[in-house]
């Protein structure tokens, strides 16, 4: 199954799409000098055409709706259909509209800003950044401005060595240097290097917990103590949130600052990358310094506001908001019974699968007597000595009808296997995932080259990446193609 | 709970808990330490779990707390309503592409990274700039991230904007930048309401990073002396962002044309519903020069081949991303806005070449009957004289406020107030000639 | 024409023709007459093509001019307002199922046939029955098909229906069956508004081809002799014919039970939008019976084996069907319900064995709940003495017309008016408890 | 890709669907002898399951969205997005409602009406006939009312032998004999056999115009006169109207009552089998026979009005208006100019498939310098002889890519291939379906063997129809398969 290029269906004179003309006697009177002159190079087609195309590449694309997607830290849980019903409140309201002309979202906005109080444990939230690493970039420069303004001289960021690299990546957009903690031998913060660490530079401790390995950090409290002894602030990374949601809350846990990831932890779908919707919550004083605007109810009326020591602005306008009322719908319909359930069983299904694949041998598993929570990170090593890497597995997956999980991240495990089945996975369907594993880690020990071989039953068999990224072969778009073949571009440099 | 139907393993948690060897659920919990576990509910919700039909119910309780206007509002600022084809609307609620994640592994997800690589390529064919990348948040952040791509490539801190700069990017260009202390100069505006060259000539100086040029700018009026501006630019090696609104290139030299560095813009005018604010798509296009692809943000998807030799689509210069390269990475940007992408793809295919000059033109046409019958009926004057597209900027003879109010008493939400008399009305296909012919009679009844 | 969205070869004209090897597209209708040839356009539309926007507004208007009610009408009448779950809308707008034909090519469309055969399936487990086809139009025209199959198999002209007939459905049976001179004749019911049986009895004789049976009836009440019935039929060898709200059935006896011949009914209660009257789906089905299977109208899907041995669906028992058998065809029945089908199919497949039940009990309680407040309130009583299910006939003790205009002008859509004072009520899980008391509220403040 | 039967995916105490409750005190006083016992055999599986479910199947569909499908008779043309928004004013409306509360239905009911008049040369019109089938039904219902209250005894209804099977079953469905009209040399009616059997037993006769064969009947005028001299009536099968559709109107040509497809002519989706919609319109006194409701208009309200001589209601409420309001949006976005194109184009379509098919030595053509319409029955007879058959060549049709042709009808044709392109398929499509079948020709006379084995690239292969319909593995559902293996049911007697 192929499907050429939109622009290699182009036909003569088609147009997907009717514009409206209204008979207007007006001249285009735009001055010459910065009039288009060549029409963009821009494929014709009929609808037809149109729909088909694309209906042909959605086949050729894998969502949870078509199968389990066990992505470590992704959260790749189902997204109920009732949500495709929420967008009606937001869909045609523009964000420039007089405030009491969209009174209904303001008030599904503030009732969002108070449920993830409750759920962070924080006391004010703004749901205005559009993206985890967003939230972590809002985090960081409130944590910034905060320092700056008690004139403090805060030029340093503390890391765990496990965290997602939009912690360090997003620090560094602040202008903070960055220092990594290393983990101890269980796969937690190393307290005793924390301690070492920590003093009167540092602004503050970007922590997700549970961690990437899966792990509770069981010893938060004392991390919090560390770090707010030297006034430094303690930052919640909500990819993980999946794995303790209605167990423990961050605020309970001694976080200043957390972010939330709606498109993960409350079901918003992933869009093939995006959009997501995220939320940053704060705690106490930091609350000041949340970006505006924030949503208050004032004399029975919803209104904007801004936060007396704001940041400023995240999003351009209040942040995906057409994706919010999704989670919104969510939460509603699991209520607080069902909130409440779903870092019980994410962990559950994560230690299910945990007991039914510890004991092959292709893999190893740090710590395996601590529970994990919403995650585990298996490492492929030992099989890795055979040939076959944890990539080889992941693209065994793919032909088992699986997509694969997160691998070689976190960096701390050689070869690693990052599976999140989530607790919208069917046990029967843990199962059937268990199976395909356990026959990949058989096959790579009788048959390595079979495995190594794979995916052989996907649109295309594996990529040359060094093509993809060589200046001389690098293609991003139609047009370099075009103007390469026209001999027009050169080697990229 | 006896049943959730999105909680499919209720009833197998004591089987589940006997394979794994533990008593309880808790058990899984004993490295939670007990004076930090919740044991109570959250109060999140209405007290129990809902149906969908009392969600329904409750969302058309919230949408009939929303003002329904019986026309579309005549309002812009950067986002503007438009007509989103059903054709758009089907693909990307088809489940492959919603319920997918980045295409990680691009075996399996060939149709996706296609699609994207073919916004790309669309984009790129608009704008005739040779990478784009896909994607990124919104117009506002799209601007922020060429301005740290700026400073990672020269080191420099000032950055110079017009004063017709969308105000709502400018608020996020100074957050996001506050960390790493930008500072952002303005340049003012003639009075056509372009970018003053004169003004401008003067304060560049050689701590200048880049310079920002908006078109059309913040009023609807297009900038004519950008060669100048660029001309100026390269003298002093500025970088040169442009910020464009992609439908406006109908008509409108792309700024590939220009030679410009680096190009932004927000896909919602491409296909997207106004979604209160978000999501929309930020756009960001360079030339061809590896200094800025390797400085630019985001995923960027290539063609390349597979071991059997077919064509195929990978993610590409993931080195610079944030998962690679940590507090080095170019961004930290992760979940972007790739459906939306996809949905300005499709809109962009349902065009074509001819399609968007035609509705670039006929946006062109109404927005200025509108000017032209405001300015007939002698309600005030065009703010500025240079020509524009979709949005002006109206001076009314009269205090804006009690004429808007009068439309929002009739259903009508007009231009959005600038101040006192200056109001910015945003006219698309949307707005039929009835509909214009509409607004300007109840603004006559006030105004007269 | 220059272009249209939907005719992509406008273009090509010139070109096709060369290859035709005529000079117009004239020349391809040189066989028409020319007295017959049209020669202007028609008139029809709005004497343009409309954009997609367009006619989104067109139908706008004649949205806004349907009344728009606050509570989903209290009406019934054999199809009633009900919660159409997302899931539903979702899998039925699938391109690959939703511009699918008929599946004549079976390799090529397993998936539409799968689905077909678990429609069947489904059904065939909630009536207990083994053979159902997918399917007919909806409950009137499967009520005359099953009425012309009795027909085809004993030959015989005269017809039972009782008096609390679905009057709409007996309207279709007297108009397919005219052709046939099929004679209909009613038995009346009792004070429970059920069949009087001792009526039945007398009326039964060798002419009869069938009985037939709707449970529950057109006033919503429950049949409770239906073995009485069955064995009526069964000593003079009249085929029975059952019709049944399928949801119904969660709570009661399917009709399987009941070992009728054929069943009927409509699938619009499990998963259909009102649709103002349609697209239902008619449902059909029977026992295992070779005489009777033979004669059943429409498409069967059946599970069998490809060469590999794989397992595999295919239309079955097509030589009963009018392309093969023509004027000897069990019926001309061609395009059906499918895709209604495939709804009911996921409907079923979400409620599963637990949900049905659950459902018919939320009905059943709210429906009695509605009922015996008007009691309470002395608004009138309940008509019939036999309990009910979903709908019931109430007996205001005053013109309920008044009451209907009064509930109308109030933005509520009151029950059915059956004559002067009665009128049937249809309450659905779509009616909350507010909303039922909101209804008995504007009516008390009628009748006092 | 296999996917199990939904009954295989099930789970314990799943439901998919969660039931809204009221705090209602009742209890369930059902009598005990019609209760329930045992729950009915229904799977329980969460939403995911089934949306997973119903997905996959949909993946081994196909449909005019993902492919060209040339099934003749069908009209298998592209189905706009636009009239998805159509439902959205009918969906939540009560058949029952007072009228008054839907006049925004009624009043595109009432110009569906006219519009349909319009377009086929009628006087009236009503869409309540859920099909085509439906309305050929109904329009010889009409004829049997019509002669009886004049007191004619007319028996017979006459058939052209290229007609489709509806025509003769729904004739028989009222009451009717038929009898067969030979077709001549050329493939159109025989106008003197027609004159010797027409006497006045006959109550009429259905044509379709163009007929199978995709020829226009250029003798219609003196059919009409025919049938009309003996006070017969002429019936206008509308299956075909695609050909004609803007160039000659039935009603211009002699026709008493005439049906349209609304789901071929205008484009209402097939939706695997129906939902159609139909319209049935009559001319002069036989409108007055017309089945009710009828919308008018009348002190500019729509009122449903009864036709004076109505032979009754034919659907329980007033037909598919979930799908009118759909061919509503369908002939507005075409508007006069484009509707008037459509036989045209399709006419175009079709005649150069022909003139790049017609040398093909595996086909022959009757005919072959007749222009066809809307469709074109080649025959493969010539292949037939070398073992390879029309079924075959749909075969290997499957493996292109390609939904295949109607095939063995009609049954004047031996081995028909049954081929409507429609204009909505654009050139370069033909182009491809063409080569297709230039392939599929050509391997036909090198390697029979390998068109013999096609479909190999489909989900299942061919499948064996004895087993399928034998009466001792004949399984129409899931029930008798588990019956069977539980020893429960016997062979079908």
């Known amino acids: 199954w192929k499907e050429p290029l939109i622009y290699e269906i182009n036909g003569k004179n088609r147009q997907g799409y009717y514009i409206p003309e209204e008979n207007i006697n007006i001249s285009i009177d735009i001055p010459e000098k910065i009039r288009r002159k060549n029409k963009p190079e821009l494929p014709e087609l009929s609808e037809l055409e149109v729909v088909r195309h694309f209906i042909r590449l959605s086949q050729m694309s894998f969502g949870v709706d078509v199968g389990m997607m066990p992505l470590g830290s992704c959260t790749m849980k189902y997204n109920p259909k009732v949500e495709e019903l929420a967008t009606e409140i937001t869909e045609n309201i523009h964000p420039l509209q007089d405030q009491n002309t969209a009174q209904g979202i303001l008030e599904m906005i503030f009732e969002m800003q108070e449920w993830l109080a409750e759920i962070t444990g924080m006391t004010e939230c703004s749901i205005q950044v559009p993206a985890g690493a967003a939230g972590e970039l809002t985090g960081v420069l409130m944590m910034e401005k905060y320092h700056r303004e008690k004139h403090r001289n805060r030029d340093t960021m503390l890391v765990a060595d496990t965290a997602h690299g939009t912690n360090p990546a997003s620090a560094s957009m602040a202008g903070f240097k960055v220092i990594y903690i290393k983990s101890n031998e269980e796969g937690l913060v190393d307290i005793d290097i924390l301690k070492e660490i920590v003093n009167d530079k540092i602004a503050g401790f970007m922590l997700t917990n549970p961690n990437t390995l899966g792990l509770f950090e069981e010893n938060v409290l004392e991390i919090s103590k560390i770090i707010h002894s030297v006034d430094s602030l303690l930052y919640y990374d909500g990819a993980n949130l999946n794995g303790i949601l209605g167990i423990a809350r961050p605020g309970d846990m001694g976080f200043d600052i957390v972010h939330v990831n709606l498109h993960k932890t409350f079901a918003v779908p992933h869009g093939g990358g995006g959009p997501g919707a995220g939320a940053i919550c704060a705690k106490g004083e930091l609350a000041k310094y949340l970006p505006y605007p924030i949503v208050k109810k004032e004399n029975n009326k919803y209104v904007f506001t801004v936060p007396e020591k704001s940041i400023g602005k995240i999003a351009t306008f209040y942040g995906n908001i057409g994706n919010v009322v999704r989670a919104y719908t969510y939460i509603l319909g699991l209520g607080p019974q069902g909130i409440s359930e779903i870092g019980k069983m994410s962990t559950l299904a994560t230690n299910y699968l945990i007991s039914k694949l510890k004991s092959e041998k292709g893999l190893s598993l740090l710590a395996p007597n601590r529970p994990r929570k919403h995650e585990v990170v298996f490492s492929a090593k030992p099989l890795a000595e055979k040939g076959v890497t944890a990539l080889d597995i992941a693209k065994a997956l793919l032909d088992r009808g699986f997509y694969a999980p997160t691998i070689y991240f976190p960096t701390t495990v050689e070869e690693a296997l990052m599976i999140e089945p989530t607790e919208t996975e069917p046990k029967e369907t843990l199962d059937k995932f268990i199976e395909a594993l356990k026959e990949i880690l058989k096959e790579s020990e009788n048959n390595p080259k079979d495995i190594q071989d794979t995916p052989k039953y996907t649109t295309v068999k594996r990529l040359d990446q060094v093509k993809a990224n060589h200046p001389s072969s690098i293609t991003p778009s139609y047009r370099v193609k075009r103007l390469r073949e026209q001999g027009k571009i050169n080697i990229l440099k | ?448």
Request: proline share 5%; net charge negative; charged share 25%.
């Open chain 2, 1 to 448: 709970m006896e049943y959730h139907p999105w909680l499919p393993n209720l009833k197998y948690i004591n089987e589940m808990l006997k394979e794994i060897g533990v008593n309880s659920i808790d058990d899984l919990f004993k490295d939670v330490p007990e004076e930090i576990k919740l044991h109570r509910l959250l109060n999140v919700g209405y007290g129990k779990p809902l149906s969908e039909y009392e969600i329904y119910l409750r969302l058309q309780e919230l949408k009939s707390k929303n003002t329904s206007f019986k026309i579309p509002p005549f309002l812009g600022g950067g986002v503007c309503p438009h007509y989103v084809p059903e054709v758009v609307k089907f693909v990307i609620s088809r489940s492959e592409f919603y319920t997918s994640y980045t295409p990680y592994q691009p075996e399996i997800n060939q149709g996706l990274l296609q699609a994207l690589f073919e916004y790309q390529s669309l984009i790129a064919d608009l704008f005739e700039m040779e990478v784009v990348n896909s994607s990124l948040y919104d117009w506002g952040s799209a601007l922020a991230e060429a301005v740290l791509m700026s400073y990672r490539i020269n080191g420099k801190k000032k950055i110079i904007v017009p004063r017709s700069i969308n105000p709502n990017h400018k608020k996020v260009l100074e957050t996001w930048t506050s960390g790493r202390e930008i500072k952002i100069q303005e340049v003012n505006y003639d009075k056509n309401g372009e970018i003053n060259i004169e003004e401008l000539e003067k304060i560049v100086d050689d701590e200048v990073s880049a310079i920002y040029i908006q078109q059309p700018n913040y009023y609807g009026v297009f900038e004519t002396n950008i060669e100048e501006i660029t001309d100026i630019a390269r003298k002093k090696n500025i970088i040169t962002i442009m910020g464009v609104n992609p439908l406006s290139l109908g008509l409108i030299k792309p700024p590939g044309e220009y030679d410009v560095d680096i190009a932004i813009g927000d896909g919602q005018e491409l296909g997207l519903p106004l979604n209160y604010g978000g999501p929309y798509v930020g756009i960001m296009a360079t030339k061809w020069n590896y200094k800025l692809i390797r400085q630019m943000p985001g995923r960027i998807v290539g063609l390349t081949q597979d071991t059997d030799g077919n064509p195929g689509y990978t993610l590409i210069l993931q080195t610079r991303e944030q998962f690679a390269r940590r507090e080095k990475a170019t961004s930290n940007i992760t979940t972007n806005e790739a459906l939306m992408a996809i949905a300005n793809a499709v809109y962009l295919s349902l065009l074509g070449k001819n399609g968007i000059e035609n509705l670039a033109k006929e946006i062109y046409k109404r927005s200025h009957y509108a000017k032209n019958l405001m300015e007939k009926y002698d309600l005030g004057k065009i703010k500025f004289y240079g020509d524009f597209f979709e949005e002006f900027l109206f001076s009314f003879n009269k205090n804006y406020n009690e004429i808007h109010e009068r439309l929002l008493s009739k259903g009508i939400h007009g231009g959005l107030p600038i101040d006192n008399n200056n109001a910015l009305f945003c006219i698309t296909e949307v707005h039929t000639k009835s509909m214009i012919d509409n607004l300007i009679n109840e603004i006559k009844e006030e105004v007269y």
